[in-house]
């Protein structure tokens, strides 16, 4: 599992690091996101290329698992 | 065009999607104390685009203010962004503008020229508007900053609020939607660069053709669309009209490469602000997909006029506006109020 850091960034950076990532064709990810709008985007992203998303909260932070 | 200067880049926000929210501003200004003039005839309360102040019986002035980080990396497309996007709360009232500040902020590294090629653009838009800068207020700061301060004038009787639709009015909207989607995925490379410079074009493109003819029509009310995005302003107007309102989305323009890019979650931050201040009005079909109700939700810089005319009107105005902004559309109606403010067909 490849885990990324999107934490400071704003739309559409953490899309753009998921989907970079993505490009190395890794099976799972885990990323952690700090507000409501990158935690859809990137739920929204991840979901249009095919994977499974579950996400937990902590503090104001999400983590969220994206497996195939 | 390419310049040397990645402008968006010393931005956290673009254009218009960088506006506070509705809720977070109605709150802010809640309980203050005002003065109350009877020649005031367009104030804070109601959320209206600009300030409307009779001078006259036959004469009010308009006062309004608008500025954003850069949403383009050309400066001089970006200073012409900044003055239609501020002009055009000017339109929305019915009124013309004519005197305008600079509102601007820039980080010390900017090089002048640079600088120069944004106020060249503000001049450029306000001199196709008709409207003179007479001079403005310049800081620097971390993050650039430009827009207007713009006065205008309009009759007293034939000021356009945004609360004055009436059961059996249609909207027409004259630009299509999809404009923060867009720039915000231009930000990531995923858009074709004539899909932006459409979008760019637009973005400058004044309402003044747009006001100029709706004036000539019996409108009841009219705003811009713009950081709130469609359903944000459609909800102002529902509400402050004491009307609900019915969009039916498949009218709706939006550049349709907007599409596949919300359902792929390149929304801006702003449009969930939007959809967390006003989607408490709104019932959507069941037929009205997600990305359709993300680009509903997109915050507009510069975007069209909404206005509101008694249906049987709609078709003449329409056809009218056509022969100069082909976009313009019928894109649902006004009725009494009912259990929602909005709601949304196919």
């Known amino acids: 599992m490849k885990t990324l850091d999107a934490r400071g960034l704003s739309c559409p950076e953490p899309v753009v690091l998921l989907r970079n990532a993505m490009a190395a064709g890794e099976q799972a990810y885990q990323i952690l996101v700090d507000n409501p709008a990158s935690r859809e985007n990137v739920t929204r992203y991840a979901e249009h290329q095919g994977y499974h998303v579950t996400c937990t909260e902590q503090d104001g932070e999400y983590t969220l698992s994206i497996v195939k | 065009m390419e310049t040397e200067v990645k402008l968006t880049k010393l931005a956290a926000c673009a254009g218009c999607g960088a506006k506070v929210g509705a809720g977070t501003l109605v709150r802010m200004l809640e309980g203050f104390e005002t003065h109350q003039d009877p020649r005031l005839i367009v104030g804070y309360d109601k959320s209206d685009d600009a300030s409307v102040y009779a001078i006259s019986d036959t ?128 930000k990531a490379d995923l858009v074709e660069q004539p899909v932006l410079e459409r979008v760019w074009r637009q973005m400058a493109t004044l309402n003044k053709t747009a006001r100029d003819i709706m004036v000539r029509y019996p409108v009841h009310s009219c705003t811009d ?33 907007a599409y596949p890019l919300a359902e792929m979650g390149l929304i801006p931050a702003g449009a969930y602000r939007n959809r967390d201040y ?69």
């Open chain 2, 225 to 257: 669309v713009t950081g709130f995005a469609l359903l944000g302003h459609s909800f102002e107007m529902a509400q402050g009209s004491g009307c609900s309102i019915h969009i039916r989305t498949s009218q709706v323009p939006f550049h349709a490469e």
């Open chain 2, 59 to 186: 004469v009010a002035l308009v006062q309004t203010t608008d500025f954003f980080p850069p949403i383009v990396d050309d400066p001089f497309l970006y200073g012409q962004i900044a003055a239609a996007n501020a002009m055009s709360d000017v339109y929305a009232m019915g009124a013309e503008p004519k005197l305008a500040l600079n509102i601007m902020c820039i980080p010390e590294r900017m090089e002048a020229a640079t600088v120069q090629e944004i106020l060249r653009g503000g001049y450029a838009k306000a001199y196709e508007a008709g409207a003179i800068i007479t001079g403005g207020h310049t800081i620097h700061g971390a993050e650039p900053i430009y827009g207007l301060a713009v006065s205008g004038f309009v009759h007293p009787k034939a000021v356009l609020k945004n609360c004055g639709a009436r059961p059996g009015d249609a909207l027409i909207l004259t630009k299509p939607l999809g404009v923060g989607i867009l720039t915000t995925a231009a």
């Open chain 2, 278 to 346: 006003a989607a408490r009005g709104v019932a959507a079909g069941a037929g009205v997909s997600r990305a359709m109700q993300d680009i509903l939700y997109d915050p507009q810089t510069s975007g069209g006029l909404l206005m509101a005319l008694p249906e049987d009107q709609a078709q003449a105005c329409l056809d009218e506006l056509r022969e100069q902004i082909p976009q313009a559309a019928i894109i649902g109606s006004v009725t009494e109020r009912l259990e929602q403010w909005i709601y949304l067909d196919e």
